[in-house]
């Protein structure tokens, strides 16, 4: 069936270290995969997204690179900072249903 | 959050109990959808609606209900038939609701059934 897998579950990194967060997809015809941050007790807030034409995209310290051979895709932050502390969801338009499937989030907390 | 709402921002109802969430968007957005998310789980489509007087059942539609008589706004109904309603639910709105449409969330509401 349509499945987003997203790891880690959790990740702890120091302040202005790297973090790379992983997804993996199942419809090799999903062409489309945003990412979302979420805040304690607020809705989702998109961070940045993807379109299958390109392999990567790039927004000042946030980057997301695509695999479709691979059917992956990954978030990346660089110089974290301790307001990057949130929980993140990838997710991927699934061709058939025309919706949108989550990951399950991944928690990350930037130690200062 | 943008111009999306949604109220009450925490709920507390009885078990048996109907009960309605609000969600209003102010962006002029054809397309609303209605999410559930539980602990350590990612969000999961419960209804959509593409235009007005006119929806679709997502994954877990069992036990909820919706309608959409106005563009700006898509309020959800928990019933007594949903099986274990507590949860953090969120609305969303998008432009046309096109399969690569980007969907912008509301701040939530958190229900919770004693």
């Known amino acids: 069936g349509e499945n987003v897998e997203q790891h880690p579950s959790t990740l702890s990194v120091q302040e202005g270290d790297s973090a790379v967060i992983k997804c993996t997809y199942s419809d090799s015809a999903s062409n489309y995969f945003p990412w979302y941050k979420q805040e304690l007790g607020k809705g989702p807030q998109l961070i940045i997204d993807?379109?299958?034409?390109?392999g990567e995209k790039k927004d000042q310290r946030i980057a997301v690179t695509l695999n479709k051979t691979a059917k992956h895709f990954s978030l990346h932050i660089t110089e974290t900072q301790p307001e990057d502390s949130a929980v993140y969801f990838c997710a991927a338009i699934m061709e058939y249903g025309n919706k949108l499937v989550f990951g399950a989030g991944t928690i990350l907390r930037v130690k200062s | 959050d943008g111009g999306i709402t949604q109220s009450p921002k925490y709920l507390f109802r009885k078990e048996g109990q109907n009960v309605t969430l609000s969600c209003e968007q102010n962006l002029n957005h054809d397309a609303m959808y209605w999410y559930r998310q539980d602990p350590g789980q990612g969000l999961r489509l419960i209804y959509y609606s593409q235009i007005v007087n006119d929806f679709q059942k997502g994954d877990i539609a069992e036990g909820y209900s919706v309608s959409r008589e106005k563009k700006e706004s898509f309020p959800l109904t928990v019933t007594s038939a949903q099986k274990n309603p507590t949860a953090f639910y969120l609305c969303?709105?998008?432009?046309?609701?096109?399969?690569?449409?980007?969907?912008?969330f509301g701040p939530g509401t958190r229900l919770t059934v004693l």
């Open positions: 969303a709105s998008s432009f046309f609701g096109g399969h690569t449409d980007t969907q912008y």
């Open positions: 993807i379109r299958s034409n390109v």
